[in-house]
Nanobody, 124 residues
């Protein structure tokens, strides 16, 4: 497992942008697939985006395609989520997660490691 710490959440107006970061501990960071999930109040946690260990493949849920970009820097053990053109429905606690395969970070029951979450609030 790996320890994950998110940062970068906050309050933004609709149409604005935020960039989330997730710093990881451990020497095996580059071997993990990484994902971002979110959980809105009263709703289940849902998949947002994922990236393979080599950053060769990225995956997005349909509602964020064209607006969000996931990336990673294995040299500094960090994964990012750039969020543009934010909408009120993007309001949620955002979590980063790590798994052994791309599939594991595409579903909320797959990752073996989770961050503590960071709040993103988009006002209309």
């Amino acid at each position: 497992q790996v320890q994950l710490v998110e940062s970068g959440g906050g309050l933004v107006q609709a149409g604005g942008s935020l960039s989330l970061s997730c710093a990881a501990s451990g020497r095996t960071f580059s071997t993990y697939a990484l994902g971002w999930f979110r959980q809105a109040a009263g709703k289940e946690r849902e998949f947002v985006a994922a990236i393979s260990n080599s950053a060769g493949k990225t995956y997005y849920t349909n509602s964020v395609k064209g607006r969000f970009t996931i990336s990673r820097d294995n040299a500094i053990n960090t994964v990012y989520l750039q969020m543009n053109n934010l909408k009120p429905e993007d309001t949620a606690v955002y979590y980063c997660a790590a798994g052994n395969t791309d599939y594991e970070v595409a579903t909320p029951i797959g990752p073996h490691s989770w961050g503590q979450g960071t709040q993103v609030t988009v006002s209309s």
